[in-house]
């Protein structure tokens, strides 16, 4: 490929990008309009905004309805409106981590310790809850670790398991239950007791003790629970694991997430 051409491919890739940016940043603002009338904002071509509508509406991030009709019901269909989704308005950002930090904050200060830790174990019960007969339908903890990966991935937190061995051959130590997503993961870099409660929640579900190897609050890629082969049974140590942020783990199965 020419050198022009390769250096042209990153230029026209931005441009692509920050025409879209520009498209869903006028339905923000000024939404729901036709496509005719976002061209003629932005002084491009209504091929080209259909263009850009188009993979919007392919990523979830718009979505269209009929415009009503004003006066005589003419021939054809009514004129089509693009407006953003909840999806497309989060490209530009939201103020909730900080509201909902703020609003702990202030819990602790004013209510002491024992309400913010009051506050996680019932935020944490309403989550799972609804999911407690599923989860507790086997004695087998592997079997619930699986279950309760299933609820929390309904839940939106894109959740999964492994089985995880010894260094013996042939020998189960347990499972590994990774969380790949957490919604409140910035609340939680400064309130742990939002992971702890979720840990403390998951032993009781899984009826055996857990121990958390990595969260994502604390710079990991993922929330790393170790779930034991058999209820009672410890967690098995093995290869210290250097994780983002600095930290070190012991992490079953040399550290490799679900």
Known sequence: MPRALINAVPSQVSAEGKTRNEVARLLLEQGPMTAVVVAEQLGISPAAVRRHLDALLADGEAE????????????????????????????????????????????????????????????IEKLVGPHRSAITGSSDPAARAEALATALSREGYAASTRQVGAPTPGQTVGAQLCQHHCPVAHVAAEFPQLCEAETEAFAKLLGTHVQRLATIARGDSACTTHVPASAGQPAHPEPVSTVPSGRTARIPNGGKPA
């Open 64 to 123: 269209t309805r009929d415009a009503s009709r004003r006066g005589p019901r003419g021939r054809g269909r009514p004129a089509k409106l693009f407006l953003l989704t909840e999806s497309g308005r989060a490209r530009f950002g939201h103020a909730y981590d900080d509201l909902a930090v703020s609003a702990i904050r202030f819990l602790a200060e004013h209510a002491g310790e024992d309400a913010v830790r009051a506050f996680a174990e019932q935020r």
